[in-house]
């Protein structure tokens, strides 16, 4: 199903708004998967998500940029509401990195581990070399469900 013209210029708003990587975007692909993140959020949402990314990947190789289609499918913009303003202030100022590491079989592998479970209903993705970047070494807490 083709864009609105609206849709369409969100899309190209966060676009414009996400990272650099080295090798350029499917933006078919792209485009489909923001009419499906449409469904699951705001665009404005979406947009300041991407805009949270850019500033974490600031300073990155490019070639570690995960491609905008793989970053809607994931709801990847979720991700930026996990870190603080004020932690995005210190990332930009170089006073403390944007993400953690956090290698698999920590604790704080565990705690990620059941976070995603909870949230998101998978687990978190891994990297080859055994871990992954995140927010911050713990998550922020879950939700509490009324019973």
């Known amino acids: ?7 369409a ?3 190209d708003r966060f676009m414009a708004a ?3 990587r080295d090798e350029p ?7 489909e998967a923001w009419g499906r993140a449409l469904e699951r959020a ?3 949402t979406i947009i300041a998500g991407a805009e949270a990314y850019a500033r974490a990947r600031e300073g990155q190789p490019p070639r570690y940029t995960m491609s905008a289609r793989r970053w809607l499918n994931e709801g990847r913009w979720r991700d930026a509401a996990t870190v603080s ?3 995005c202030a210190r990332a930009q100022t170089g006073t403390q990195p944007a993400l953690t590491w956090v290698p698999y079989g920590s604790a704080s592998w565990a705690a990620w581990d059941r976070h995603y479970r909870a949230t998101r ?7 080859a070399k055994g871990g992954w970047w995140f927010p911050a070494i713990a998550p922020p807490p879950l939700p509490q469900v009324a019973e």
């Open 18 to 20: 996400y990272p650099v």
């Open 1 to 7: 199903m083709p864009l609105s013209e609206s849709q």
């Open 121 to 127: 209903g998978k687990s978190p993705p891994q990297s």
């Open 25 to 31: 975007h499917d933006l078919q692909a792209a485009r």
């Open 42 to 44: 705001r665009p404005e």
């Open 9 to 11: 210029d969100h899309f």
């Open 85 to 87: 303003r004020p932690q």
